[in-house]
């Protein structure tokens, strides 16, 4: 990648965000302009709150993914040689995210890997990857479930996290992993954090991509190598 395209990368993403912010600040200007009038009732009032609170989420998580865009862009190392076992850390998250998915809801885990498979990457950086993946797919998932998968592929480790919710609209397959500004309401949801797995997933040695021919919902599956190459 070129300086010039560096610079583009970087224009790309204050517009990305600039919009992010207007999207997010605009409805809470309007609720709070509102919300001070006398002449609404207590369930108007309440309904406003909640809208107050879901434009801060969307706030929040825009802080939290810039914040973790830059760490993982930035950071001049990333450690890759601690021994993980797929087969348990992804059990370990399933039990923790079924609590966090919606009534009827039900996280699976779908083990397809040796529970003596082992791969020697960055624990944290692999989980904060797939928790972000997780929470998307919970995010959009309101029956069903959402499956986690994992598999030996050899010399790669392929994961996949799938979701019974509306899907990627076939605009945004194509670009699902870059920066634009004109994003529908499944994709608010996502926000950078697909961004940040994607820039994450390469600093492991590893890729990810859209299942463009699931047809119940959205999957994205993403591999690692077993024994990363160091940085």
Known sequence: MTMQD???EIFRLIGHLANGLRQALNPIQGFLEILRQDNIDADERALLGRNVEESLMILYKMARDMNEQSFFETMPMLPLGTP???AYSCR????????????????????RIATDVVCHTNLEALKLATQRLIENAINVTTYGQVTLT?????????????????????EYQDSIFELHGNID?????????????????????GR???DKTYGSGTRFLFEIPKRAKSE
């Open 6 to 8: 560096d610079k583009q």
């Open 92 to 111: 370990h998250l399933c039990d923790i995210y079924q609590d966090y998915c919606k009534e009827g809801v039900q996280m699976v885990f779908d083990c």
């Open 84 to 86: 993980v076992i797929p």
């Open 208 to 210: 990810i991509w859209l």
């Open 150 to 170: 994992c598999e030996d592929m050899g010399d790669y480790v392929r994961f996949s996290i799938a979701d019974n919710g509306s899907g990627v609209p076939a």
């Open 185 to 205: 309401e499944h994709m608010k949801s996502m926000g950078m954090s697909i961004i940040v797995c994607r820039t994450i997933l390469r600093r492991l040695g």
